[in-house]
């Protein structure tokens, strides 16, 4: 079905040029993209997991280790989330190529903010602000996926462009050991550690010159970043403050770190109400808060919370279980992260598959989340027993690779699913609620998980946690009726 002009001006690009964008190109760019925007935020956990082996840095001394690096990267995602939502809504205002831009730039000054900061509070700001910047990514890159992609092929480009999540998160969990022992080479001792931030940054400023010139040469021509750059900061700046703020009341009055984690997610609810009512008031609640929608956008914060608790805490996990040293645990643990180069394009394409065939994606989406759960209660239970019993890293490499195919196979599925059940005008809002809704779970997750770990002295009570809400995303799932996937052609430059 062709678009109307309306739907056209509202969901493409500024300054079309009315020539087919070479949509594989533009999948190979967005993929650059995510490899970098993820190993800018990753590399926090190995980072902490080093402070915390070496009692070094402003995490290495503290009383409940775990749980305060935890709560550094629960104020990420906070900041993260916060910007999913108007991420999306900007980039279907001003241009979904100028918030990837925008987004890419926060992404690699604030990493350099983060690596020159000095102490604890500090850090937390550079991070929620990196987060703020980081959270547009999500709605205006999938946006512009489908918006340029052949329908028979849409889901297998959200899949195949995603794989720079895992491999952002392989570089950030494999990299940042090996940069911290340069930097512990070259004389910084205990400052080590800032090392990884300076080498990533540099990483993704030459990414950005790559989507600069593709995006102008190829999508549209001369790109305009300053408004939507203005009103994202005029957002951001308020949401920057409450979360700092936050922190800092925490730092000063020495709350428990689960009371701030508990005050962080009544802001991230409210934040998300007044966001809804909003939605409801603009008359855009038929398409963006029915019942299939909300279904998807709840389910999907069990995919959130498993991705961050194995992201932030897997290498912890890995050297605490089999007893090894940071680097062979970053090793293993990057099983788990690298399982999305195969999944993410393999669910892409099954999910392809079964719409040209006539067949639901819905079934896969129960098959990935029903196996991956199943998988994940077998490594809690692999990593459960007494000291006398440790797991063998071919072990814990072996379950986390395998379940994490299934994972990221099942992801690029249901946002296939989600971006039919909208009009096209609609898609880059809800990318953004779908983010919005569901980092409720990488907010809660490092942090929830930390206080367990320092609780129990155990990693599994996170494990069989993580493996619980996932089963429950699982009836979610089950209850959606999915849409048959709306033949468009792709939209020009």
């Not at 995490?59 to 749980?67: F, H, K, S, Y």
């Not at 570089?171 to 990533?200: H, S």
């Not at 089999?322 to 180069?341: H, K, M, Q, V, Y």
């Amino acid at each position: 079905m062709a678009r109307s002009g309306p739907e056209q001006a509202t969901a493409g690009t500024p300054g079309r040029t009315g020539v087919p964008v070479p949509y594989r190109a533009l999948w190979a760019v967005l993929l650059l993209g995510w490899v970098v925007s993820y190993a800018d935020r990753t590399l926090t956990g190995p980072v902490i997991a080093w402070m915390i082996e070496n009692e070094a840095g402003f995490i290495g001394d503290a009383a409940n280790p775990a749980t305060l690096g935890g709560l550094v990267g629960s104020m990420f995602f906070l900041g993260y989330m916060l910007t999913q939502y108007p991420g999306g809504r900007l980039g279907d205002r001003f241009g979904h190529r100028e918030m990837i831009l925008v987004s890419l730039l926060a992404a690699a000054v604030l990493t350099v903010v983060s690596g020159l900061v000095t102490g604890l509070v500090a850090f937390v700001a550079a991070r929620v602000l990196t987060g703020l910047g980081e959270g547009v990514f999500y709605s205006n890159d999938r946006t512009l996926i489908m918006n340029h992609t052949p329908a028979e092929k849409r889901t297998l480009g959200l899949g195949v462009v995603i794989t720079g999540l895992s491999i952002g998160l392989t570089l950030g969990i494999i990299m940042t050991p090996v940069l911290i022992d340069w930097g512990v080479a070259l004389g910084m001792g205990d400052e080590a550690w800032r090392m990884p931030f300076f080498a990533f940054a540099a990483f993704t400023f030459v990414v950005i010159v790559i989507v600069y010139g593709f995006f102008r040469a190829r999508m549209g021509g001369a790109l305009r970043l300053g408004p939507p750059f203005l009103r994202l900061l005029l957002f951001s700046a308020p949401t920057f403050a409450v979360i700092v703020g936050l922190f800092l009341l925490a730092d000063t009055f020495a709350w428990p770190e689960w009371v701030t984690a508990v005050v962080a997610s009544v802001i991230a609810v409210v934040y998300v109400a007044v966001i809804v009512r909003g939605v409801q008031r603009s008359g855009r609640g038929g398409a963006l808060l029915n019942r299939n929608i909300w279904l998807i956008y709840v389910a999907y914060i069990a995919i959130l919370w498993n991705l961050w608790f194995f992201s932030f805490w897997s290498v912890q996990i890995v050297r605490e279980a089999a007893d090894s040293s940071l680097l062979a645990a970053a090793l293993t643990a990057a099983f788990n992260a690298g399982a999305g180069i195969l999944g993410f394009p393999v669910g892409g394409w099954l999910a392809d598959r079964a719409v040209r065939s006539g067949r639901a994606r819905k079934p896969l989406a129960l098959i990935c989340t029903a196996v991956y759960s199943a998988l994940v209660v077998v490594f809690g239970w692999s990593i459960s027993g007494d000291d006398d019993q440790l797991p063998s890293l071919a072990l814990l490499g072996l379950l986390l690779f395998s379940s994490g195919v299934f994972f990221n196979a099942l992801q690029p599925i249901v946002q296939g699913i989600t971006g039919d059940l909208v009009p096209i005008g609609e898609r880059g809002a809800a990318f953004g609620m779908l983010n919005l809704v569901s980092e409720i779970g990488a907010v809660l997750s490092p942090v929830v998980s930390g206080i367990l770990r320092d609780a129990t002295g155990s990693w599994a009570p996170g494990v069989f946690l993580a493996a619980g809400i996932m089963i429950v995303s699982f009836f979610l799932y089950l209850m959606v009726r999915e849409e048959s996937p709306r033949v468009e052609e792709p939209l020009p430059a």
